[in-house]
Every structure is written in C-alpha cells, then in structure tokens.
C-alpha cells in the first residue's frame, strides 16, 4: 500500500510538502530435508514493512533551491520452524533461520543546489541516520548453544555529499562527486543461521557495527556534430568496516553440531577494508535511414583485505560487461 499527498503553497519555509506512506507485508520459506532423513524441516518469514516521508522543497531564489525532510522506517521480522515427520505426520517446532527481530531508522536530511551561472551547479547534502537493531534469540536456544539470547545495536551515523555539474558549452558535460555512505547491520547478517556450504554454518554474530563507503566518481560526456555522443566516467569506492564472512567461534567452539553433521563455525564480522573501482564508457551515434547504434562497457575491479594483510577479490564486484545495440 501506498499513499501520498503533495501539497503547494508560497510559504517562506517551502514550496511544496510531500508526504508518503507505505506498507508491505512479505513472506518466504524454505522446506528442505536431507537424504535419507525422516525429517521434513519448514522455515518461514514474515515481515512487515512500514516507512513515512516528509519532504519539503524551497526555492530561495532563482539560483538556489533547498530540500530537506524527515523519514522513518520499521521493519518487524517473524521467523519460525517446522518439522515434520513424513512417515507419521507429525509436527513439532523447528529451528527457525533468524531471530524475533525490530528493525527501525529515522533520518532527517538537508541538501542545496545553488545554480552558480548557466553553465555551473554544484549541490551538497547531508543526512543523520539513527538505526536500531532489537533481536530475540529465544525461538533459537534450545537448538543452538547461543551464549547470548538477544541483541541490541542503536547507533548513529552523519553522511554527506557534495557535487557539480559543467557544462563549458551545448556539446560538452563534464561532472564530478564525493560523498559518504554507510549501511547498518540488518537481520540478515546479524542473525541468520544456515549452512553456507557442506559443513560450514553461519551463526549469528550480535556486536556487528555498520560498514562505511567513502564514494569518487568523475564523468565527461561529449556529442560530436550533432551525430556522435561519447562519454567516459572513473569511480572509486573505499569500504571501511566491511561486513564478510569469516571463521567465528560460538561459546568458545569453531564448530557445532548443525542438522547432524559438525560443522565449522562462521559469522558475518566486520572484518575487512574493500576497494571497488572502475570505467564505464558508453558511445551513441546516429545514422543514416532511421537507424542508430549504442555500445556501452563496463570495467570493475573489487579487492577484499583478508584476514592474513592480503588481497582478494570481492565477491560481489561484477566481471567486465557491455552491451552494443543496432536500433
């Protein structure tokens, strides 16, 4: 569900105010059993998801326009499990694969552009984030030798950004942009438990902070004779705090017994410094007949620091891609 107002006036705080309010409800599951095991194991999740916006706009004068707004955001999560005996029919309660969990962020945000000339406009923001973790681990205890029953994580967080555009003439664009970003800890990789692989499980790990990205990227696009558009863009990314998987221990083991088999303990922890960068290019030109054709290419390099000061590469940096079309 989804339900806006937007309303206008010549007010000397804004112009005009937005207000957005949504709902979702999500569900999923898993039903799995192994080979040979009598056991049919059903895991199911629920979770409600509500948020509000408020945002107002207000142009101070020709050149420069101010946005600002507040927003809040609750996720309540539901996790449970089943097994099933498929010989008799029986049903008793199962390990669930997260905890009873709360997550909530409220923001408040203020960005400028300020059109410098006809040619120049630069912009810059910054955002307050305080996110907040509650998770229950008590559905989990019996299956697991858990040496915690909850969870807790209610921390703060500033970003900011700042940019510009120029544009020296009507065939040339050029742009540049620094910012901060973080993400905090969700239910997902504070408190899952799941076999990544055979013999391997992922137990929760209750004191992970938020990873913070420090963001660069700078574009020039140009069009040549009204019949040729090139445009080449550089970014970099540096991740602090880097939310990986890696070997954990659980009540002083480095493995446990998971759906009968001992399995090797790991946890999500912020462990690692990770580097993203790369080059996009794109190319379009017009030709004759109605036709046109397009290519653009993408290079990106991801780097992972490990545990022993060495490098590897990310897991979820994309291999070099492009695509070229006849239109």
Known sequence: NNFNIAYQNDHRLYDKIVLRLAQQHFEESRIERSLNNINRNTQT??????????????SINKK???????????????????LTNISSGSKIKGPSRYPLSDWSSMAVYLTDEFRVSDKLTVQGGLRYNQFRLKADFANNIEYYPFPFTSANINQGSI????????????????SGNFGTAFRSPNVDDLGKVFDSEPGTVTVPNPDLEAEYAYNFDFGVSKIFSDKVKADLTVYYTHLQNALVRRDFQLAGKDSILYNGQLSKVQAIQNAAVARVYGIQAGLEIKLPAGLSFSSDLNIQIGEEELDDGTTSASRHAAPLFGVSRLN
């Open 159 to 174: 970003t900011g950004s700042i940019g510009g555009v120029f544009r020296p003439s009507d065939s040339w664009v050029i």
């Open 64 to 82: 420069n326009s101010l946005y600002y707004g507040v927003e809040w955001v609750l996720n309540e999560i539901n996790s449970t499990g089943l």
């Open 45 to 58: 999740e629920t979770v409600g998801a509500y948020s509000v916006n408020l945002d107002f706009s207000k």
